[in-house]
């Protein structure tokens, strides 16, 4: 009996060691989302989006870091998804016996957590170096190298969930295999794609280090992507690390912007694939 | 499937005709996805060319003295790695310490101790920490949480350690709020979600029916965990200790805002230190002189170098963990 009182006692302190340390995990997140709450929505106005950053000491918006973070992120997504798809594709039905397979996926994996600081140092190192000058295209190359892995991995893995007898009764009825793979594959694992992007465009959209040596930043409006870009990333790293109370206070606001999006986004991906698996 | 059944003598069907188009269309999208797929190799190789030749003339300027020699000094141009990599080091030693633990026994609530309903809603809020961007950590880092360790837990910490003899050095010197200290305990928020969901996935593996058997028993939740749980899933966690140390390593816009950007090399965790990533995004833009940006491209390399050790050797074990249990990592 003493021996099973000592018992319980011990997994009582285990099971209470758990609970606390989920309890300090959910902690966290609400400290740093209330955080951000608090210093970011005093600035939070129609301001913020529409006029530009201020030189210190004004007030001023954000719309050029806005704009500037769109446009790069669309054109890295335009530029990433291609070419992950098609990677993933090759991966999960013509290659899906091959030796390659397991090479390029074991190393995708590892681009997968790669440091993005590596990737904005590649990117300087082949376009801005050359080319003699930082650019919005440059950035969003930088970011499209980071969108490559996370949708050849989500994408392959959608694919590999398509049941072989869809292909099987397609392939019977005569259609050759390309028609397969973009009719019958493609849309059954249409939603699990699309996740996959979302996701990426979730990653990307926080990402600083690689466009710090890419795109650089720009303190006025600029839809030229051959010259240097603003992003929000990169103001609000400039502003929050300045002296200045009007600029730390925009940094805030742009840090509060940005975590809504991304957390936007995660959970509209999040929803459609619940939503797909309960079908 | 199909890879087989091609490769069998079988007539094809004809196609019909409003197929015909496909058959070099066919063709043609196979050599696409090829083309792509070998891209990603090519990517990754060329991200470490263009690293080794952009840091070559750092290592002829200094050989293979640049790895252990600490000093960092632009307007004289003697570079050496040591201190940033030391920085590194030590700030993820730091993040995993805290964060193993924290991980394991979050994974372990989740998946042994939870009731059901509420897996899901915690495992969603812990998984909000992993989408929150870096730079959000590093401001919240440095605005709430620094001012909070300068003010009352680091002079606690100091006067407490003072007298204890090995603790005292380690944890001396002013409060400054931010150092190496305050990065390794950001650096742990921010890996804890990942050692969190990977740790859940390589603990459900563990078969149910040998859970139950232990339980059956009258083993306890503790020892079923311990006993049956974690030796199945030995492999996968080392795996997931070893994937959020190459996050670690690599973290760069959060540990920037805390870390206190000083080359040096201090033994108190409360002094400022740097690490690769945040010395190359404080500097890299200034840096002027063929050597000065040479020096910071041979600490990317570095730094590559080991995140693709450790994370290679990440996924072997993951891998691995997998196919005990016929399962994709």
Redesign the interface.
């Known amino acids: 009996m003493k021996r099973y009182r000592a018992?319980?006692r011990?997994?009582a302190v285990?099971?209470s060691?758990?609970?606390?340390?989920?309890l300090?995990?959910?902690g966290?997140?609400i400290?740093?989302?209330l955080?951000?709450l608090r210093?970011g929505r005093s600035g939070m106005s129609l301001a913020v989006f529409t006029e530009m950053t201020p030189p210190p000491g004004a007030a001023g918006g954000l719309l050029n870091a806005i704009v500037g973070s769109l446009m790069m992120t669309a054109l890295a997504v335009a530029l990433g998804t291609?070419?992950?798809i098609?990677?993933a594709?090759?991966?999960a039905?013509?290659?899906?016996?091959g030796r390659?397979r397991h090479?390029?996926r074991?190393?995708?994996?590892?681009?997968l957590?790669?440091?993005?600081?590596?990737?904005g140092?590649?990117i300087?190192?082949?376009l801005v170096a050359p080319l003699g000058h930082f650019s919005g295209y440059a950035g969003a190359c930088a970011l499209a190298?980071i969108v490559?892995?996370v949708v050849?991995r989500t994408t392959e893995?959608m694919l590999l969930l398509v049941p072989?007898p869809l292909?099987?009764a397609a392939?019977?009825?005569?259609?050759?295999?390309?028609?397969?793979?973009?009719r019958i594959a493609y849309r059954a694992a249409g939603t699990g794609m699309l996740t996959g992007v979302l996701l990426a465009i979730?990653r990307i959209?926080?990402?600083?280090?690689p466009l710090?040596?890419t795109a650089?930043n720009n303190q006025f409006i600029s839809v030229d992507m051959g010259s240097p870009m603003a992003s929000l990333?990169a103001v609000?790293?400039q502003f929050?690390?300045s002296p200045y109370k009007e600029w730390?206070a925009l940094?805030?606001t742009g840090?509060l912007i940005?975590?809504l999006a991304?957390?936007a986004l995660?959970v509209t991906a999040?929803t459609i694939a619940s939503a797909r698996s309960r079908k | 499937?199909?890879?087989?059944?091609?490769s069998l003598p079988v007539a094809?069907?004809?196609?019909?005709p409003a197929?015909r188009h496909?058959?070099a269309?066919?063709c043609?999208?196979?050599l696409?996805?090829?083309?792509?797929?070998v891209?990603?190799?090519v990517?990754?190789v060329?991200?470490m060319i263009?690293?080794i030749?952009?840091a070559a003339p750092a290592f002829a300027a200094f050989g293979p003295h640049f790895l252990v020699d600490s000093s960092w000094n632009p307007v004289i141009e003697k570079f050496g790695a040591l201190a940033p990599i030391y920085g590194t080091a030590v700030t993820s030693f730091i993040a995993m310490l805290i964060a193993a633990?924290?991980g394991l026994?979050?994974a372990?609530?989740?998946t042994e101790?939870?009731p059901t309903r509420l897996r899901r809603p915690?495992s969603?809020?812990?998984?909000?920490?992993a989408?929150?961007?870096?730079?959000?950590?590093?401001?919240?880092g440095?605005?709430?949480l620094a001012p909070v360790l300068q003010n009352t837990v680091q002079p606690v910490l100091i006067g407490l350690f003072a007298r204890v003899p090995g603790l005292s050095a380690l944890l001396a010197g002013p409060p400054y709020g931010i150092g190496v200290l305050t990065a390794g305990l950001i650096l742990a928020?921010m890996v804890?979600?990942l050692i969190?969901s990977v740790a859940c996935d390589v603990f459900a593996t563990a078969p149910a029916v040998l859970k139950e058997a232990a339980y059956g028993v009258g083993a306890?939740?503790?020892?079923v965990?311990r006993h049956v749980v974690l030796p199945y899933a030995r492999v996968g966690v080392i795996g997931a200790m070893m994937?959020a140390t190459?996050?670690a390593?690599?973290?760069?816009?959060a540990v920037t805002?805390v870390v206190g950007n000083a080359h040096r090399i201090s033994g108190s965790l409360l002094a400022p230190g740097t690490t690769i990533?945040a010395t190359?995004?404080n500097e890299?833009?200034e840096a002027v002189g063929e050597r000065y940006g040479a020096a910071l491209?041979a600490l990317?390399l570095i730094?590559?170098a080991i995140?693709?050790v450790v994370?290679?050797a990440a996924?072997l074990l993951l891998?691995h963990a997998g196919q005990q249990t016929g399962q994709?990592p």
């Not at chain 1, 392939?171 to 397969?180: D, E």
């Not at chain 2, 094809?12 to 019909?16: H, I, K, M, V, Y």
Request: charged share 15%; net charge positive; hydrophobic share 60%.
């Open positions: 018992r319980r011990r997994n285990a099971v060691v758990c609970a606390g340390a989920t300090l995990g959910l966290w997140v400290l740093i989302l955080a951000l210093e291609p070419l992950g098609a990677a594709t090759y991966l039905e013509y290659g899906r016996h390659l090479v390029v074991f190393f995708n994996d590892i681009l957590s790669a440091p993005s600081i590596v990737i140092l590649f300087y190192e082949i190298l490559v892995p050849v893995d072989d292909r099987e392939a019977a009825l005569g259609l050759p295999r390309a028609a397969v793979i973009t979730a959209s926080g990402e600083t280090a710090m040596f650089l990333p609000i790293f929050a690390l730390q940094a805030w840090a940005i975590t991304v957390l995660n999040r | 499937m199909l890879a087989m059944a091609s094809r069907p004809a196609l019909g197929f496909w058959r269309f066919d043609g999208f196979r696409v996805t090829l083309t792509a797929t891209a990603v190799l990517l990754l060329g991200i263009a690293l030749k952009g633990p924290l026994g979050i372990m609530f989740l101790i939870c915690i969603i809020a812990i998984e909000l920490l989408g929150i961007p870096s730079i959000i950590y590093g401001m919240w440095l605005f709430v928020i804890l979600p969190t306890t939740t503790w020892e965990f994937l190459g996050r390593l690599g973290e760069t816009m805002f990533s190359i995004a890299f833009t491209m990317a730094l590559f995140t693709f994370l290679a996924r891998l994709r």
